[in-house]
């Protein structure tokens, strides 16, 4: 039941193996930002262990902060009721962190699980890591568990999602728009799957569009702050002060928004280094680790409107504005964020 190799996909594998066959092991760990699909086989892991309706019986959930060892214990020797297996749940307990004691302690319980008992570590507001320097427990995990890592999605696929959820409420939408959907608001299914079912609901047309998307969904900080460098760039002033101003008024914190401006700046100026070395949007997308060309292009057509000298000023007003505002609170640092945006509308030069 061990996961082979470092093979970070294998863990899940093996999970939809021993779903599909029917037969759950004894011991899993649930870990990874996509909570969606997480706790999409999550709960199908539950539901392979206990039919419906014997969960009252069968079903034992423990907070891992102050986790009770001996309440672990207990549920793990209680026989299943009118049910194949007994399912537990444990979240959020650090494996690797707890006491020497409680770990060799853990590491007996988890190396005599008995046939009939599965019990699953979930992480979700801690990280999972393993330490390999623990070797008594690091080692019953790797012969007995299955990790199952539940990362952020590849582009590709997760596109090819948006596509089949759209098509279950009986819309389409091109692979253009998806990409721009992931862009608007964030590359977690989490977070998309809300955002879908509202623009489906919204759209008149089978077809959805660019216009669906931007009546009803709610853009991440990150892409807010995005268009309102884009305004900038277009000379779109008004948009651009339209936007921060909604921003403020969402009560975003000034120094966040900084930062987030920061960043965009920088990328803007290693977008213009693209351009005057011969470099395309893709030395951009990998310059900065981004999981879409998307915003790539979008980089590579604003940094066309701005030469090298407005860029390396804007990056050092942007650096001279966080360090005065750092020095500041309040209302001082709206307005320095404010006259930034108004300096950068204005066309700043050295």
């Not at 206990?50 to 001996?70: C, I, T, W, Y």
């Not at 190396?111 to 008594?136: E, Q, S, W």
């Not at 884009?230 to 403020?248: F, G, I, P």
């Not at 860029?311 to 640092?333: H, I, Q, W, Y």
Request: glycine share 6%.
């Amino acid at each position: 039941m061990a996961t082979k190799g470092t093979n970070k996909t294998a863990g899940l594998t093996r999970l939809k193996q021993d779903l599909k066959a029917g037969t759950p092991a004894s011991l899993y760990i649930f870990h990874g930002e996509e909570t969606y699909l997480r706790d999409f086989y999550l709960d199908k892991l539950r539901a392979a262990c206990v039919p419906a309706g014997m969960e009252s019986f069968n079903v034992h959930r423990l907070p891992g902060k102050g986790l009770d060892l001996q309440a672990l214990s207990d549920a793990v020797d209680a026989l299943p009721m009118m049910s194949p297996r007994t399912f537990i749940q444990v979240d959020d307990y650090d494996l690797f962190k707890a006491p020497e004691s409680q770990r060799t302690a853990m590491a007996a319980l988890l190396a005599d699980l008995p046939d009939y008992c599965t019990l699953a570590f979930v992480y979700d507001t801690i990280p999972y890591k393993a330490d390999a320097r623990m070797k008594k427990l690091a080692g019953v995990l790797k012969e007995k568990g299955c990790e199952a890592a539940f990362p952020r999605q590849d582009q590709h696929d997760l596109t090819d999602w948006i596509v089949r959820r759209f098509k279950a409420l009986d819309h389409d939408i091109s692979t253009g728009d998806a990409q721009y959907l992931i862009f608007l608001c964030g590359d977690l299914m989490t977070g998309l799957i809300g955002e879908i079912a509202k623009i489906g609901a919204y759209a008149r047309e089978r077809r959805v569009t660019k216009g669906d998307i931007d009546a009803v969904a709610i853009p991440v900080l990150d892409a807010q702050v995005f268009r309102m460098t884009d305004a900038l760039t277009k000379k779109d002033y008004d948009k651009a002060l339209a936007v921060l101003n909604d921003l403020l008024l969402m009560k975003q914190e000034p120094i966040m928004l900084l930062a987030v401006l920061g960043k965009h700046l920088r990328q803007l100026y290693s977008a213009r280094v693209a351009l005057e070395s011969g470099q395309g949007s893709r030395w951009v997308q990998g310059l900065w680790s981004m999981r879409s060309a998307y915003p790539a292009d979008k980089l590579m057509d604003a940094a066309r409107r701005h030469d090298m000298a407005w860029c390396r000023r804007a990056m050092a007003r942007c650096a001279e504005t966080d360090l005065a505002m750092k020095s500041v609170t309040g209302a001082d640092a709206r307005d320095r964020l404010i006259s930034l945006v108004l300096e950068l509308a204005a066309g700043v030069r050295p």
